[in-house]
């Protein structure tokens, strides 16, 4: 499933229907500000075609994998995160996901500790 998704918050993120922080966008992605952040600086990227987690997103031929790291890295690079961060794929149930259009969380501006919770 690839089409906008009408029951999606982050496809009508996407399509501007939903209000967001966007810090980035190219061909293939959009990047926008977590509305709950876990860190200073704490961005999803999502693929602009709907696919539901990453299991999905990397079963596609679009190269969207690909797209969501270039474009975090980009962001990281311009929000000065010169000293490190993360980059999460929560993926289905166990994983922590909760909204499934598939996003890269980037997390930054402090010390990330491990394991995670
Ligand atoms: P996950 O638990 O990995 O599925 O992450 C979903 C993320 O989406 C959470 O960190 C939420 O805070 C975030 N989120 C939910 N609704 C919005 C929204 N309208 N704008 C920005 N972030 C959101």
């Excluded at 200073?40 to 709907?50: C, G, K, M, S």
């Excluded at 929000?79 to 997390?107: A, I, K, M, P, S």
Aim: hydrophobic share 45%; net charge negative; glycine share 10%.
């Amino acid at each position: 499933m690839t089409d906008a998704a009408s029951d999606c918050l982050f496809c009508r993120i996407v399509a501007g229907e939903v209000p967001a922080e966007i810090v980035h966008t190219d061909d293939h992605t959009v990047a926008f500000r977590d509305i709950a952040p876990q860190a200073p600086t704490h961005v999803l990227v999502i693929p602009r075609a709907h696919h539901r987690d990453a299991a999905a997103l990397s079963a596609s031929t679009d190269g969207g994998v690909d797209a969501l790291v270039r474009a975090a890295v980009k962001v990281a690079e311009a929000e000065g995160l010169g000293d490190g961060y993360r980059l999460v794929l929560n993926t289905g149930q166990d994983g922590g996901q909760t909204v499934f259009h598939v996003h890269l969380h980037l997390l930054g501006g402090r010390a990330m500790t491990w394991p995670p919770g």
